[in-house]
């Protein structure tokens, strides 16, 4: 229960690289402001800090959130306070060649999806300089990039690996096919996909494969961008560049059936001395085969509840009224 103070933070083993970190991480693509109405970096530096201070070890970032922007914030906060963090941080997803496959525009021009060695190379060190840092703890490839080989990827990642500037590799947005051709290239420690609640499909092949391979599964969006946070009612209107505003999993509908799923587990919630998004968090890392559960906050309340529920543990009657509360509400959701 989550009054116990004396329950430490969950933590597991980044593949089988010898890292280990918080089994909830704190995700900084908010922080980065892009897609989610800006951001304010004073606030984002206290929910860093309230992360870690709750115990929490494991911060993911991106140079694609914000162009840089999440990344400098993360650097900025880390200072004094490395040495209780394992950083993780991403290539692949870039704007200063346009070289590879165009993925996306931003304002200020293309974005394409490219892991080539050249770009790599020069990736990580851009983001060892806006981090301020000598090493990156985990480096994942951000999208996979149809016109460079794995095998490039792989050798690339490696010898950066060997050479200090980074101590494991993961890979994200990947499909069965792609794991395979990472583990048959190299030392593969994790993958980093979306599963919540309501996506679920990871459980099929994905998560099975990278049992059987020693493969650690970070879960992103595990409140499903806010959706299972339990406070995006039916009123919630979304401004500006916030990505909900048109995305059908956000509709009316679909939040008024949330809602039932909500009140459904508030039984168990107060039982444990928990809200809502942290008995969902919870329930996300008590599936087998997901290894950690990535939870954003854009301040120190939201930090501070998310790293909580690494402290908290579910019983078997818990999971299973909360995954049949699932079934019950949260089938036929629009997008």
């Known amino acids: 229960m989550l009054d116990n103070s004396n329950t430490a933070q969950l933590t597991r083993p980044i593949g089988q690289s010898g890292i280990e970190a918080t089994a909830i991480g704190l995700g900084t693509w908010a922080i980065g402001g892009w897609m989610w109405g800006g951001t304010d970096e004073a606030r984002s530096i206290r929910a860093i800090h309230a992360a870690i201070d709750e115990g929490i070890t494991l911060i993911d970032t991106a140079p694609a959130y914000g162009q840089g922007l999440a990344e400098e914030i993360v650097g900025k906060a880390l200072k004094g306070r490395r040495d209780k963090v394992v950083l993780a941080t991403k290539c692949g997803l870039v704007w200063h060649t346009q070289k590879g496959n165009h993925f996306f525009d931003y304002d200020s021009g293309p974005v394409h999806r490219y892991l080539g060695r050249d770009a790599i190379i020069y990736e990580v060190e851009q983001s060892l300089k806006r981090l301020n840092v000598d090493v990156i703890d985990h480096y994942i490839t951000h999208w996979q990039d149809p016109t460079t080989?794995?095998?490039?990827?792989?050798?690339?990642?490696e010898a950066l690996k060997a050479q200090g500037k980074i101590r494991s590799i993961g890979a994200?947005?990947?499909s069965t096919d792609d794991v395979r051709a990472y583990l048959a290239a190299g030392q593969l420690d994790a993958v980093q996909e979306e599963y919540s609640m309501i996506k679920r499909d990871l459980e099929v092949e994905m998560l099975p494969l990278c049992r059987d391979a020693g493969v650690s599964v970070l879960s992103y969006s595990s409140l499903a961008l806010g959706l299972l946070g339990g406070r995006v009612g039916p009123d919630r209107v979304f401004q500006g560049d916030d990505l909900r505003k048109d995305n059908p999993r956000f509709s009316l509908a679909n939040r008024e059936k949330v809602e039932l799923l909500m009140k459904a587990i508030d039984p168990i919630a107060e039982t444990h001395n928990a809200t809502r998004a942290q008995i969902i968090i919870a329930w996300t890392l008590q599936q087998p085969g997901i290894t950690f559960s990535l939870c954003?906050?854009?301040?120190e309340v939201q930090a501070a509840e998310n790293a909580k529920a690494g402290r908290l543990r579910l019983t078997d009657a818990d999971l299973s009224a909360i995954s049949a509360a699932a079934a019950t509400h949260l089938t036929e959701l629009d997008g």
């Open 296 to 299: 954003g906050a854009r301040d």
């Open 149 to 157: 080989s794995i095998h490039e990827t792989m050798e690339t990642l």
């Open 172 to 174: 994200s947005n990947t």
